[in-house]
C-alpha cells in the first residue's frame, strides 16, 4: 500500500497568499515532523504535514517535497487497490500539461517495493504492473534511494520485472541501495541488480536467506569495482574471493567509513582485516559476525593493528 493521501486546497486560500516565513525557514520547521514512520499507516488526512500542505499555496509547495519524499510499495496491504489509483492518477496528470509538475511523483527521491506474501495467488506480473507504471514516470535522475525486498521463490517473476523496470535506466544517480534476497532469486532479480550497481552508489546492503546454508551464486565484479562506496553491509554471501575483496577494501580506502560482514564465511579472514588496517584509516565501524563452526582464523595482531590504525572505531 502506498501512504498518500492529500487533501485539496480550501478554496479560501488564493495564490496570492502570502506567508510572513521564507521557504527556507518554513523547510527547516516542515522537516522537524518527520521522518514517518513507515510501519504505521502514518499518510493519513491528520498528519502534521498533511495539514500544512492545506494552510496556503505557499506552504504546501513546501510540504510537497516532504511528504512525497519516499513511496513505499507494501503489497502486505495492498486490499484497496491504492497501488492501481495512485498509478492511474500520476499517468493522468502527466497528460495535462498544466498539471504536469505539480503531482506529488515528481518528488520522490526514494522508494521501498515489499512483495506479495507468499500465499498470494493470481498473476504476480500483473500485481507488479502498478509499480512499474509509476516508477516509469521518473526522471532518470530522480531516485537517489532504492529498497527491495525478495521474500519467497515464487515471486521471482515480480522481482525480475521491477528489476527490469528499474535498472539501469532509473538508477544512475542511486547512492543508497538495500537488497534483501532469498538464494534462489538471484539467478534473475538479483543478478540483474548487481550487474547494473551505479557508480554513484555510497551504501549498498545486501543480504540473502540461504535455508541450507549454502551461498547464493553470482558475480561480485561491479560492486568491488564501485569507486565511491563509504558503507558496505553484507549478510549469508559465501561466494565473494576474498584475495578480491582485500584488493576491493585497499582501492576504497580512505573512502569507507562503516563495514558490517556477517555470516559471510568466505571473507572471515585475516586478509580482510589486514587490509582494512592497511587501506581504510577513516573507517568508524567494523561489524564481523559468523557462526564459529564456520570461522576462518583472524590473527589477534591484525586486529590490533586495525585498532591501532582507526582511530575512529567506535567501542
Known amino acids: 500500500m502506498v501512504h498518500k493521501e492529500v487533501g485539496q486546497l480550501p478554496q479560501t486560500f488564493s495564490k496570492s497568499t502570502k506567508s510572513p516565513l521564507s521557504g527556507e525557514t518554513l523547510d527547516e520547521i516542515f522537516k522537524f515532523f518527520g521522518p514517518f514512520d513507515e510501519d504505521a499507516i502514518c499518510y493519513h488526512r491528520n498528519h502534521c504535514l498533511i495539514n500544512c500542505s492545506l494552510v496556503s499555496f505557499e506552504w504546501r509547495a513546501v510540504a510537497m517535497p516532504l511528504i512525497w519524499s519516499r513511496l513505499k510499495f507494501d503489497y502486505r496491504m495492498s486490499r484497496d487497490k491504492v497501488l492501481e489509483q495512485l498509478a492511474f492518477s500520476a499517468t493522468e496528470s502527466r ?3 498544466h498539471q504536469r ?3 506529488g ?3 520522490v527521491q ?10 498470494v495467488k493470481g498473476d504476480l506480473l500483473a500485481l507488479a504492473a502498478p509499480v512499474a507504471r509509476i516508477v516509469q514516470l521518473f526522471s532518470p535522475n530522480q531516485l537517489q534511494e532504492v529498497i527491495i525486498y525478495h521474500t519467497h521463490t515464487h515471486l521471482i517473476p515480480f522481482s525480475s520485472f521491477l528489476a527490469t523496470t528499474l535498472f539501469p535506466n532509473l538508477t544512475c544517480s542511486v547512492t543508497n541501495l538495500v537488497l534483501h534476497s532469498t538464494g534462489h532469486t538471484f539467478a534473475s532479480a538479483d543478478k540483474l541488480v548487481l550487474d547494473n550497481l551505479p557508480n554513484s552508489l555510497e551504501t549498498f546492503k545486501f543480504s540473502t536467506i540461504n535455508i541450507y546454508g549454502i551461498g547464493a551464486p553470482s558475480c561480485f565484479v561491479r560492486l568491488l569495482s564501485l569507486p565511491n562506496l563509504r558503507d ?3 549478510d549469508s554471501i559465501d561466494t565473494i574471493d576474498p584475495a578480491a575483496f582485500a584488493q576491493a577494501l585497499r582501492n576504497w580506502g580512505s573512502w569507507l567509513r562503516r563495514l558490517s560482514i556477517t555470516s559471510c564465511h568466505n571473507l572471515t579472514r585475516d586478509a580482510v582485516v589486514s587490509a582494512l588496517a592497511d587501506a581504510c584509516p577513516n573507517l568508524t565501524t567494523f561489524r564481523l559476525a559468523v557462526n564459529t563452526a564456520f570461522y576462518q582464523y583472524v590473527e589477534e595482531e591484525s586486529l590490533c593493528r586495525l585498532v ?5 572505531l567506535r567501542a
Not at 526514494?110 to 500465499?119: C, F, G, L, N, T
Not at 591501532?308 to 575512529?312: I, K, M, V
Open 105 to 107: 511523483i515528481n518528488y
Open 308 to 312: 591501532d590504525a582507526c582511530t575512529g
Open 101 to 103: 509538475n505539480h503531482h
Open 95 to 97: 497528460s495535462h500539461v
Open 232 to 234: 558496505l553491509e553484507l
Open 110 to 119: 526514494s522508494i521501498i517495493v515489499i512483495p506479495p506474501a507468499p500465499m
